[in-house]
Every structure is written in structure tokens, then in C-alpha cells.
């Protein structure tokens, strides 16, 4: 894991900034679970997608990670282009390492 990525991991686990990040990514749900971005794109059936504590599973295609990670797999980008988004949403770009 890079020193960055380390860094988001560690940095996103309050559930206002999650919540904020989920939705700004435009994932719909109730509570702590969403609809997947990785198999449930037209948002049918309940919510796969669980997030807590600064990780998700989805518990229908076994998709897990970290805030990074949803962000990547939402967003369909790499590591670099992730961060990035996630620097101007929370309005700490250029404030890491």
C-alpha cells in the first residue's frame, strides 16, 4: 500500500465524511448500505454494498476495500486519479504527503 493510500485509510473513518463521499460518488442506499457501483448500477433489488468503519463489502460480487478503493471502483479510475477526486471533495488537496 502506498504511503498515500496508508494515509487516506487511515484519514476517512468518520461516518459524515463516508456518508458525504458515498454520495458524492451518487451511490443511493439506507443506512450504512448502498447500491453497488460494481454490480448493481441500475439499482435494483436492496442495497448490496455495506460501509463501515472506512470499508465496504458488497455482499453480492464480494467487492471489499477502503474509502480509495469505492472511490476507484465507483469511479472506474486508477489509484492516482482516486486520491485526486478524493483531495478536491474534502477540500485537503495538496495537504498530504
Known sequence: M????HEWDHRIKDWPTIHK???DLGLAGEGHHFYC???QPLRNGAP???IREGNFECFRCGARGDVVGLV???RKCDL????AWLERETGTEGTLP
Open 37 to 39: 457501483p460494481g454490480c
Open 21 to 23: 463521499i458515498a454520495n
Open 80 to 83: 492516482e486519479a482516486a486520491i
Open 72 to 74: 476507484k471502483l465507483a
Open 2 to 5: 502506498t504511503d498515500i493510500r
Open 48 to 50: 448490496e454494498l455495506a
